[in-house]
């Protein structure tokens, strides 16, 4: 089975300012992906980036990297120079790399950018 | 592109009552399709799956069905709607590996 982990329910940054988001994850598979979620609070989930398990390379999707280390089991989201629009629920979620496989999400963080 | 449609968007149901949401995608072929539930202020729970017409996983024992009649329409039921049901439903399709979910709007159902 595979559990996500985002230890910060809640979280505040000031405008302009880097922010990470800690994610950790427990599986036994070799092969997996790795992503983070925004939800605003008008509900929609907006997909921010990806993280392959044998990718060996950092994703990075404009303000958005993904600071993943393998061996510590950490998938954990930098946002660079926040903006007020950042304030939302972030979500990091996992899958097994399979055909129909679905995405275990975690219990989110509250991100909230002060002016 | 491709888009998806879920409707509707907001739902006051009384306690035994039925249920009946639908989500549709466009622009794209047999795609795997979702349904998931959130509750105030947590995570997403996944419901149900769908890999092909006809063919439903459930997650989860519950008050709650799924069907897929059509390969890129999803449908979520149930007979008689429980407090418990209470929730924001969210419906999502993907192609596959390495593909995010792409999630629609959501229906926030009330069950009163």
């Known amino acids: ?115 | 592109s491709q888009t998806i449609h879920q409707w509707p968007a907001t739902l006051v149901q009384p306690v035994g009552s039925p249920l009946s949401l639908e989500c549709t995608v466009e622009g794209t072929s047999n795609p795997n399709l979702y349904w998931y539930r959130q509750a105030a202020g947590r995570g997403l729970q996944l419901l149900f799956y769908s890999v092909g017409i006809g063919q439903i996983s459930s997650e989860v024992p519950q008050n709650l069905s799924a069907s897929r009649p059509q390969d890129r329409q999803f449908i979520l039921s149930s007979k008689k709607l429980l407090l418990s049901d209470s929730g924001f439903y969210l419906c999502a399709w993907r192609l596959g590996q390495g593909s995010p979910l792409h999630f629609g709007n959501g229906t926030r159902l009330t069950v009163t």
């Open chain 1, 1 to 115: 089975a595979q559990k996500i982990t985002q230890t910060q329910p809640g979280m505040f940054v000031q405008e302009k300012e880097a922010v990470t988001l800690d994610c950790t994850y427990d599986t036994s598979d070799q092969s997996y992906g790795l992503f983070w979620y925004k939800q605003p609070s008008s509900g929609e989930m907006i997909f921010l980036i990806y993280q392959g398990s044998y990718d060996e390379q950092n994703a990075t999707e404009g303000r958005y990297s993904l600071n993943f280390q393998k061996a510590r089991k950490s998938a954990n989201l930098v946002i660079s120079a926040s903006q007020l629009g950042d304030s939302a629920m972030y979500f990091c979620a996992m899958n097994k790399e399979t055909s129909g496989s679905r995405l275990t999400f975690g219990e989110g963080t509250q991100l909230t950018v002060n002016p």
